[in-house]
């Protein structure tokens, strides 16, 4: 994928931030987004340390998390039609209500099936910042270059997202108590969510389309099944490693040094994402999009050789390297599949994809775990891997029609 260097007197990264109104809105962006990585742990930890079951906990953090994964979409679709501080406003208002309770449900004994209803209502009402702060990029910002540093930047916040989030989340219900993760998270979800819809300046308008084009739901676009799939399939290797490199530590009476292992991987991947950012291409997004997948899939397959944490360290950061340029590029290519009036429930439907493929990822690599070692379950991002760069060649004639047809 050849490349050249941004035409930039300054680092590419400050001068798409020192467009209007950017710098705002990515920073609450951000602090909004840390939730994300922190309540699904957080729920964790405060359900085993005051009621001493992991299974209690899992039950209850997988209700908050299937709650945000199928509901953000929704939200997603409503903020296009509605604007986004017209539905992100009173959506705030509902998940503080709902970690508020589940926080307060928790702390007095209730029985499970009370924590339940908080925990799908404060999950099904975060809905995605990440696409939210894209959808304002594309707004603020018309040359597709600066467009695809400004995605590369916000893929490498995710990537220290999910490096910060599960380290604090995990300090603060240990060192300080159970719930504290759970309510640190809320405090940035209400705060960085406040943050965010206050600033009007950058909020994308709201495009009315034809009518035809707004009865079609924006994942029976042509393509967008075919990325779904791709998107779940890595959300399955990313939910499948969390599990079986604790496990694979465990096994090597490490188990402390997973947390560090798993932090390689994102890095490779933020690192990765900053340098992909800094450079703009000529070739068609489908075409680097391919090529990412199909890289990453050799790259997951190295996993089978890891003998020791050095060695899996070693590898997770080279696969770590070929995640963030192929989301970038999977964003990027959604923008230009779709119309305006759908880009945010468009780009939503990459995260969502992601979360449900976690989800399912860490329940299989959960069983093979049980079944046949830690070895055996890295079969499962493996199985993904490859399923993903599959899909992914398969459909690239249709990608390339769909991002055609609306240049």
């Known amino acids: 994928m050849p490349g050249t260097a941004l035409p930039s007197r300054s680092n590419p990264y400050v001068a798409v931030l020192r467009t209007p109104g950017a710098l705002r809105f990515s920073a609450a962006g951000a602090l909004a987004r840390l939730p994300m990585s922190m309540v699904g742990i957080g729920a964790v930890l405060m359900v085993q340390g005051l009621y001493g079951s992991y299974a209690m906990a899992g039950r209850v953090a997988a209700v908050l998390g299937l709650a945000q ?86 893929s490498s916040i995710d990537e220290l997202v999910y490096i910060v989030g599960p380290v604090l989340a995990t300090t603060l219900a240990t060192a300080v108590a159970a719930p504290s993760g759970l309510v640190v998270a809320g405090f940035a979800a209400v705060v960085g969510g406040l943050l965010f819809v206050v600033q009007r300046a950058t909020e994308p308008a709201v495009v009315v389309p034809e009518t035809e084009e707004r009865r079609r739901p924006v994942v029976l676009v042509p393509g967008m099944p075919a990325l779904v799939l ?46 992909y950012g800094a450079r703009t291409f000529t070739s068609p997004a489908v075409r680097r999009f391919v090529i990412g997948m199909v890289a990453l899939a050799p790259g997951v397959s190295l996993f089978l050789l890891a003998h020791s944490l050095w060695v899996l360290a070693g590898v997770m950061f080279v696969a770590g390297l070929a995640i963030a340029p192929t989301v970038i590029t999977g964003n990027g290519l959604v923008q230009e599949m779709v119309g305006r009036h759908q880009l945010t429930e468009a780009l939503t439907w990459v995260g969502t994809s992601i979360g449900i493929g976690a989800s399912l990822g860490a329940s299989l690599a959960g069983l093979r775990v049980d079944q046949a070692g830690a070895d055996a379950g890295f079969l499962v991002p493996v199985v993904a891997a490859w399923f993903a760069a599959l899909t992914t060649l398969a459909a690239s004639r249709t990608l390339h029609r769909q991002a055609a047809a609306r240049s």
């Open 230 to 275: 791709v998107f779940v399939a890595m959300g399955v290797i990313f939910g499948s490693m969390e599990v079986v490199t604790v496990a694979f530590a465990e096994e090597l009476g490490s188990k402390g040094a997973s947390g560090l292992v798993l932090a390689v991987f994102a890095l490779g991947s933020m690192i990765a994402g900053l340098v």
């Open 69 to 154: 994964a199928f509901l953000a979409p929704q939200i997603a679709r409503w903020v296009d039609r509605h604007g986004q501080r017209t539905v992100l406003l009173p959506a705030l208002v509902v998940t503080a209500v709902g970690l508020g309770g589940l926080v307060t449900a928790a702390v007095l004994g209730a029985p499970e099936w009370v924590l339940w209803p908080f925990a799908a209502v404060a999950g099904g009402s975060q809905g995605s910042y990440g696409s939210m702060v894209r959808a304002r990029w594309n707004g603020v910002l018309d040359d597709p270059r600066r467009l695809h540093t400004a995605y590369s930047l916000e």
